[in-house]
């Protein structure tokens, strides 16, 4: 699988998650990515 990065406009949100900083382009997109993670364990990107 390769990644994927896309640029956000305006102000991201950024959230830090195991000491990693993650940016987000809208509260809900946070959201997601933090109950997929506690899902799929600290693996996941």
């Not at 990693?20 to 996941?44: H, I, M, P, V, W």
């Amino acid at each position: 699988m390769r990644n994927v990065l896309k640029t956000i406009e305006g102000k991201p949100l950024m959230e830090i998650l195991g000491g990693k900083s993650y940016n987000f382009d809208s509260r809900e997109c946070a959201q997601t990515f933090k109950k997929l993670k506690s899902l799929n364990g600290e693996n996941f990107e």
